[in-house]
């Protein structure tokens, strides 16, 4: 799964922001029980683990020219609810950069 969120802030901004952020990111998960681990392979991108409901996340997030593109591998299982949480990823995804 892919989702663009647009932003129209320097690219250094963003950058602080989702840094400072990330922890935040668990906030935004229904339910409470989401654990959340990043991590910073380069400058312009965070690898992102979501633990929930016996399910391991796995994704990245890149921050380019003016957006930030999150990849999630969604199992099988999962895919019937792609688009709700495409929704809220563009959603949180606008409130962590404000």
């Known amino acids: 799964m892919r989702v663009a ?3 129209d ?3 250094e901004t ?4 989702l840094r400072n952020r990330s922890h935040e990111i668990a906030n935004h998960i229904p339910g409470g029980m989401a654990e959340v681990m990043t991590d910073w392979p380069s400058e312009d991108r965070m690898n992102l683990t979501v633990r929930a409901m016996g ?11 003016s957006q930030l593109v999150f990849q ?3 199992p099988m299982a999962l895919s019937f609810i792609e688009p709700m949480i ?3 990823i563009k959603h949180q995804g606008q409130k962590l950069l404000k």
């Not at 963003?14 to 922001?17: E, F, L, N, P, S």
């Not at 399910?55 to 020219?65: A, F, H, N």
């Open 9 to 11: 802030i320097p690219r």
């Open 86 to 88: 495409a929704g809220a």
């Open 72 to 74: 999630i591998a969604l």
């Open 55 to 65: 399910q391991d996340l796995k994704g990245t997030v890149d921050i380019e020219d």
């Open 5 to 7: 969120v647009p932003f």
């Open 14 to 17: 963003v950058r602080d922001r």
